[in-house]
């Protein structure tokens, strides 16, 4: 079955960096493209960025372009999240999702704190 596992959340202070990592299984990971997804408290879960199954091509929500990075190892059936010049706002579970496969990992913590 289709498996999606988010790691690398944490508590991080303003303007410091994490990087997510999502761990596939159950699929063709290479053929597919893959996305992050967040959800803050009381809020509606966004999207946040988008790789295509190759990795050569990405999209962003503009509350993160500039700041964060998408890729992908293929050969690690793997996805990740760069994110530098964290905000407060960027506080959210974090969640990735393969195009179009309407599965969801349990999603990881990202608090950006001082």
């Known amino acids: 079955q289709v498996q999606l596992v988010e790691s690398g959340g944490g508590l991080v202070q303003p303007g410091g960096s994490l990087r997510l990592s999502c761990a596939a299984s159950?699929?063709?990971?290479?053929?597919?493209?893959m996305t992050w997804y967040r959800q803050a408290p009381r809020k509606e879960r966004e999207f946040v960025a988008v790789?295509?199954?190759?990795?050569?091509?990405?999209n962003y929500a503009d509350s993160v372009k500039g700041r964060f990075t998408i890729s992908r190892d293929n050969a690690k059936n793997t996805v990740y999240l760069q994110m530098n010049s964290l905000k407060p706002e960027d506080t959210a579970v974090y969640y990735c999702?393969?195009?179009?496969?309407?599965?969801w990992g349990q999603g990881t913590q990202v608090t950006v704190s001082s």
């Open positions: 790789i295509n199954s190759g990795g050569g091509s990405t």
């Open positions: 999702k393969a195009v179009p496969l309407p599965y």
């Open positions: 159950g699929f063709t990971f290479s053929s597919y493209g």
